[in-house]
């Protein structure tokens, strides 16, 4: 009886095996940096890439509002319930614990009843727009590794954008737009990530999936990290081999998944009707009870281990490497430029761990650099624009025993020596820089502030909107040139008195200022929509003028064919008083 449950238990655990074979635990965590092997030569330290395990990150984040006054509460205000908008006596008290909503409560515990959010002050300044910048910092560069997750307490919003930065804040870029009509708010197509393929994937997108009106089940917004990864790895991520191998090898895609900074844009608060009631204006605010932010350390795949400590997130570094990222060699350790580890051959991948300089074994004599001025070279051939140079391709150690050194800040490990000027040169600069020592950005790319040079994100994307702006560069602000009507740093908005269609485009009509006229109405400020009779760009012309076909039968105010000009301006103007003595029994 006891074998036979015995043999009944252990084949479920084959059949579990089995099934859980393809899971990412067969690939592996990278948890471990090093172990120790026996050799020939006896026990030895062997290297592994590695990396920090994945955690709620919204522990070690700070928190800011823009406008710092949009929290409700000073001075005191009440807003009506989400389950009857219409009955507004809740409360709003910043000096009373129980009726405050300050930031924090969008990340303490969940699970209580009733739950605790922020909240906004209401929409009271109505038409003024209601928005809100809520900027999640990290003052580290974090890993992304599944989805984010927006919970509102209020309905959700009807227009909203998920932006991202790379340089802590000083840049940002789009990661996903909101809106409950994707083509009006944004002037993009709807569309959601299942429409997305490998080839697209770093596609900014806009969805209305998430921007429904006042409903309770209808408060989650999700930026959705698992379905991206999973265009590579499959439907449940067991294919972790394939991800890990688009990850080790495109350097857009890690960059995607990677921030220093979030920022959720709240835009418009969900008003669930076409207009909104002016009325009711305390109907309508912002409120959210829950983010949550999973993810882990970036220490590029050389620490296991990310501390906390003065309110700062730092990797400890293995393989010999140092700075907050594990981004480059310690001193003495810099034998060949500084490379992040790399994920691949699968499970152990490569530590690419820093080795002992050369200046650290047999401290050689240092050699000073010759920098000539090219002006000052002779040319022999009038009619040769420049000197012929000869080139040598050599590896940085070749180079250095040319007394040349080959100083690419980590973005390549290949040199050419120019014998006539005297001095090297990088080439095949990677990470989107160039230059002698690639020590500039490629264009379309600018440089990071906040990283070193040899930083592997020292260069950011410009992100020019290609519909906005002159070309795809940007100065060394990151900041985009703009077509005319079009402003924005990254050329993505309009200048009053222009609308978006396939660009910035000077209004035609408005509400404001170009009125349509004879009761036309105005079309997404591009055109007019005339009655029957009407036409022109403002629907100031009568139709049957162009066709010449105007008469007093047409009933369209047309002055009678064939009345002279003359006859109608005397009629307009008064008579002289002479006339009016003679004009008979009335002029008596």
Not at 380 to 391: F, H
């Amino acid at each position: 009886m006891y074998l036979s449950r015995f043999l009944s238990i252990h084949a479920l655990w084959v059949t579990v095996s089995s099934v859980m074979q393809p899971y990412p635990l067969v690939w592996g965590h990278y948890d471990v940096c090093k172990t120790q092997i026996y050799t020939e030569e006896g026990k030895v330290w062997d290297y592994m890439a590695c990396q920090p395990e994945s955690t709620d990150m919204t522990k070690y984040l700070k928190v800011k509002l823009d406008p710092p006054d949009i929290t409700c509460g000073d001075p005191p205000e009440t807003f009506c319930a989400m389950g009857n908008p219409y009955m507004c006596n809740n409360e709003c008290d910043a000096s009373t614990p129980e009726l405050a909503h300050p930031p924090e409560l969008m990340f303490d515990f969940e699970g209580r009843h009733p739950s605790t959010f922020w909240q906004s002050a209401t929409w009271k300044e109505y038409p003024k727009p209601l928005q809100v910048n809520i900027t999640l910092s990290w003052s580290k560069t974090i890993e992304l590794t599944d989805n984010i997750v927006i919970t509102f307490e209020s309905g959700r919003p009807d227009q909203m954008i998920l932006e991202k930065s790379l340089d802590y804040g000083r840049t940002w870029q789009p990661y996903q737009y909101y809106a409950t009509d994707c083509l009006d708010a944004f002037h993009m197509d709807p569309k959601s990530v299942k429409d997305l393929s490998q080839h697209t994937v770093l596609e900014i997108i806009c969805t209305e999936e998430y921007s429904t009106g006042y409903m309770t089940n209808s408060k989650i917004i999700h930026f959705e990290i698992k379905d991206r990864f999973a265009f590579f790895a499959g439907p449940w991520l067991r294919n972790m081999a394939s991800l890990y191998g688009q990850l080790d090898t495109t350097k857009k895609l890690r960059d995607f998944f990677t921030v220093t900074d979030l920022r959720i844009r709240l835009l418009r608060p969900a008003v669930g009707e076409i207009f909104v009631d002016e009325l009711h204006l305390a109907r309508y605010f912002y409120a959210i009870s829950d983010i949550k932010v999973h993810g882990r350390c970036k220490c590029n795949l050389h620490a296991t281990v990310c501390v906390y400590d003065n309110s700062k997130l730092t990797c400890e570094c293995e393989h010999n490497t140092t700075g907050p990222d594990c981004g480059k060699c310690k001193k003495n350790y810099q034998g060949r430029p500084w490379s992040p580890g790399s994920y691949l051959p699968i499970p152990k991948g490569t530590a690419n761990t820093c080795i002992p300089s050369i200046s650290s074994i047999g401290n050689p004599p240092k050699f000073n650099r010759i920098w000539p001025n090219i002006s000052s070279l002779e040319v022999s051939n009038p009619k040769q624009v420049a000197p012929k140079l000869a080139l040598s391709t050599v590896s940085s150690v070749q180079v250095a025993n040319h007394k040349r050194d080959c100083e690419c800040f980590g973005h390549s490990n290949r040199c050419s020596y120019i014998d006539l000027l005297n001095t090297v040169i990088c080439v095949s600069c990677k990470h989107n820089t160039r230059g002698q020592h690639c020590e500039l950005c490629r264009l379309g790319y600018f440089r990071n502030a906040s990283a070193q040079l040899d930083d592997e994100n020292v260069c950011i994307e410009c992100y020019c909107n290609p519909l906005g702006s002159v070309h795809d560069r940007c100065n060394g602000s990151g900041f985009c040139e703009c077509k005319t009507g079009t402003t924005g740093p990254k050329c993505d908005e309009c200048l009053p008195g222009n609308s978006w269609h396939y660009g910035c485009q000077p209004n035609v009509c408005d509400n404001e200022l170009l009125h349509c006229q004879n009761g036309g109405t105005c079309h997404n400020n591009v055109r007019c929509l005339c009655p029957a009779a009407y036409t022109g760009i403002l629907c100031e012309k009568l139709r049957c003028e162009e066709a010449g076909s105007c008469s007093s039968d047409s009933g369209q105010g047309a002055p009678p064919r064939g009345c002279p000009a003359l006859l109608l301006l005397l009629l307009l103007l008064p008579l002289p008083p002479a006339l009016l003595g003679t004009a008979g029994p009335l002029g008596m």
